[in-house]
């Protein structure tokens, strides 16, 4: 009687059957020759209006005199390897500054380290 | 003669379920969900794309032989790390691995021309180097998920003589053409990937999310519901929180690799056929002879049961083993599944290979 009266799960279990069902249906539908022409063309024509779109908005953009994505995107590379560059420099200078102390070059932030002598369960108990 | 008490009791626990529904309903639609990736770790490279970070150790002796993780170039590594008590990392951790993963970042624009030679002869022997130069050890063993553990697969393939001494790879795609949907939506006749690569440059995250959504369209929609039945279970909320954000952080691909990924495996099969070029040299995963693990799941729709199987047959090891799990793709590396079954089962195939 408690399986009967168990409404809930009855309908939990309608649920997943029902996604399996309508997953497989779909993936029969999605799989055939005519989807994956119609949704590659789409996909195309959606990539070429993104093309169509960025060319005008640059041309725009250069009318104006205003710099475009092109620019940043090629101004944010020079700031990374300006970056790094500055990194690296700050570091070498870091270590000519202790070895014209006297001193160490500045440690790294400690990190434990273990001895590294484990031995598996079984070799351990022999 | 007991059915009405029992469906008095079953009318009261749902009764109280609703009741709990709503409270916590509230919460989890004002709440930003659990913490993820939580378990203390230093980032020892960043290099656009790139990161590589090492977990510091929880126990006061580690085998010799670190294990550097490979992530899946699609999606965030903190798969790996998802929560303090649901967390591969932790776990290896605790059973005394010292371990380094690699994780991907949103490919910058500039990123689009990377290419797999970039990621398998550079990025991972450049984290390898890190590795070494930081534990104080030659070798290390290899894990990689998914794509991830394809380009493990292909650098221990191209750098037989070291210094991978264990690879171990999950859910990894081999037989390209076993790849049922994708095969058809990427079929060469219709699937223009250059006017994709060339008008986008870095393949957009949208786009992958949304195929692998539409692996199991209603999926998505029939979870909603079941996180809503289950609003009263604090664990599958938390679980499924996790889940659903990690799923819905893909990450876009960068042009070019994703280029290659479409004409060389999934147009031409070639590294199945043995075919594949990288650098000028050809990938024969014959060529590999360390100890070698591939867990794959059984009911995997991304990286499908039949695209993975054959991986074991090929590598040249003799020292292999294939683990056939029960699950999906995710559910194999983390989650209670995950837990039971894939991460006691490489602890127990890597401890005596890495002392």
Same mark, same amino acid.
């Given at each position: 009687?408690?399986?009967?009266?168990?409404?809930?799960?009855?309908?939990?279990?309608?649920?997943?059957?029902?996604?399996?069902?309508?997953?497989?249906?779909?993936?029969?539908?999605?799989?055939?020759?005519?989807?994956?022409?119609?949704?590659?063309?789409?996909?195309?024509?959606?990539?070429?209006?993104?093309?169509?779109?960025?060319?005008?908005?640059?041309?725009?953009?250069?009318?104006?005199?205003?710099?475009?994505?092109?620019?940043?995107?090629?101004?944010?590379?020079?700031?990374?390897?300006?970056?790094?560059?500055?990194?690296?420099?700050?570091?070498?200078?870091?270590?000519?500054?202790?070895?014209?102390?006297?001193?160490?070059?500045?440690?790294?932030?400690?990190?434990?380290?273990?001895?590294?002598?484990?031995?598996?369960?079984?070799?351990?108990?022999? | 003669?007991?059915?009405?008490?029992?469906?008095?009791?079953?009318?009261?626990?749902?009764?109280?379920?609703?009741?709990?529904?709503?409270?916590?309903?509230?919460?989890?639609?004002?709440?930003?969900?659990?913490?993820?990736?939580?378990?203390?770790?230093?980032?020892?490279?960043?290099?656009?794309?790139?990161?590589?970070?090492?977990?510091?150790?929880?126990?006061?002796?580690?085998?010799?032989?670190?294990?550097?993780?490979?992530?899946?170039?699609?999606?965030?590594?903190?798969?790996?790390?998802?929560?303090?008590?649901?967390?591969?990392?932790?776990?290896?951790?605790?059973?005394?691995?010292?371990?380094?993963?690699?994780?991907?970042?949103?490919?910058?624009?500039?990123?689009?021309?990377? =290419?797999?030679?970039?990621?398998? %002869?550079? #990025?991972?022997?450049?984290?390898?180097?890190?590795?070494? /130069?930081?534990? +104080?050890? !030659?070798?290390?063993?290899?894990?990689?998920?998914?794509?991830?553990?394809?380009?493990?697969?292909?650098?221990?393939?191209?750098?037989?003589?070291?210094?991978?001494?264990?690879?171990?790879?999950?859910?990894?795609?081999?037989?390209?053409?076993?790849?049922?949907?994708?095969?058809?939506?990427?079929?060469?006749?219709?699937?223009?990937?250059?006017?994709?690569?060339?008008?986008?440059?870095?393949?957009?995250?949208?786009?992958?999310?949304?195929?692998?959504?539409?692996?199991?369209?209603?999926?998505?929609?029939?979870?909603?519901?079941?996180?809503?039945?289950?609003?009263?279970?604090?664990?599958?909320?938390?679980?499924?929180?996790?889940?659903?954000?990690?799923?819905?952080?893909?990450?876009?691909?960068?042009?070019?690799?994703? =280029?290659?990924?479409?004409?060389? %495996?999934? #147009?031409?099969?070639?590294?199945?056929?043995?075919?594949? /070029?990288?650098? +000028?040299? !050809?990938?024969?995963?014959?060529?590999?002879?360390?100890?070698?693990?591939?867990?794959?799941?059984?009911?995997?729709?991304?990286?499908?049961?039949?695209?993975?199987?054959?991986?074991?047959?090929?590598?040249?090891?003799?020292?292999?083993?294939?683990?056939?799990?029960?699950?999906?793709?995710?559910?194999?590396?983390?989650?209670?599944?995950?837990?039971?079954?894939?991460?006691?089962?490489?602890?127990?195939?890597?401890?005596?290979?890495?002392?």
């Amino acid at each position: 009687m408690a399986g009967t009266a168990d409404f809930m799960q009855l309908w939990r279990e309608a649920l997943q059957k029902w996604e399996r069902q309508t997953n497989e249906a779909l993936n029969a539908a999605s799989g055939d020759e005519a989807f994956s022409r119609a949704m590659n063309q789409s996909m195309a024509a959606m990539a070429r209006l993104q093309a169509l779109q960025g060319e005008a908005i640059e041309r725009a953009l250069t009318r104006h005199n205003l710099p475009s994505r092109a620019d940043f995107r090629e101004l944010g590379s020079r700031l990374d390897s300006i970056e790094a560059q500055l990194s690296e420099l700050n570091r070498l200078f870091g270590e000519i500054v202790s070895v014209a102390r006297g001193a160490a070059p500045p440690a790294a932030p400690p990190v434990p380290r273990p001895a590294r002598t484990r031995k598996p369960p079984q070799d351990a108990a022999s | 003669m007991s059915g009405a008490p029992d469906l008095l009791e079953r009318l009261q626990v749902e009764v109280e379920r609703a009741r709990e529904r709503n409270i916590k309903g509230w919460n989890y639609l004002v709440s930003s969900g659990p913490p993820r990736g939580v378990t203390p770790k230093d980032v020892v490279l960043n290099r656009g794309t790139l990161s590589l970070y090492h977990y510091r150790p929880q126990v006061s002796e580690v085998y010799r032989t670190p294990i550097l993780f490979v992530m899946a170039t699609t999606n965030r590594g903190y798969i790996f790390d998802l929560a303090p008590g649901q967390s591969f990392v932790e776990f290896l951790l605790k059973r005394g691995y010292d371990v380094y993963v690699i994780d991907w970042n949103p490919p910058r624009d500039d990123e689009c021309r990377l =290419r797999f030679e970039d990621y398998v %002869l550079d #990025f991972i022997p450049s984290c390898v180097a890190e590795v070494q /130069e930081r534990s +104080g050890e !030659r070798e290390v063993s290899l894990v990689g998920y998914c794509m991830g553990g394809v380009l493990a697969l292909i650098h221990a393939a191209l750098h037989a003589d070291g210094p991978v001494r264990n690879l171990a790879c999950f859910t990894t795609p081999f037989d390209w053409s076993k790849y049922g949907l994708f095969n058809r939506w990427a079929d060469p006749r219709h699937f223009d990937v250059d006017t994709i690569v060339d008008t986008f440059g870095n393949l957009p995250a949208d786009l992958i999310s949304t195929s692998f959504e539409m692996l199991r369209p209603v999926s998505k929609a029939v979870g909603q519901v079941q996180v809503w039945d289950n609003m009263w279970n604090d664990e599958f909320v938390k679980s499924y929180r996790a889940f659903d954000r990690w799923g819905a952080e893909t990450l876009p691909l960068a042009g070019e690799y994703f =280029r290659q990924i479409v004409k060389e %495996l999934f #147009f031409a099969n070639k590294l199945y056929t043995g075919e594949l /070029e990288i650098g +000028g040299r !050809r990938v024969d995963v014959g060529a590999i002879k360390v100890p070698f693990l591939h867990a794959i799941a059984e009911h995997d729709h991304i990286a499908p049961f039949e695209a993975t199987r054959e991986l074991i047959e090929r590598v040249g090891s003799t020292d292999k083993e294939q683990l056939v799990l029960k699950g999906g793709h995710v559910s194999l590396i983390a989650g209670p599944n995950a837990v039971r079954r894939l991460w006691p089962r490489l602890d127990a195939w890597l401890a005596p290979r890495s002392a």
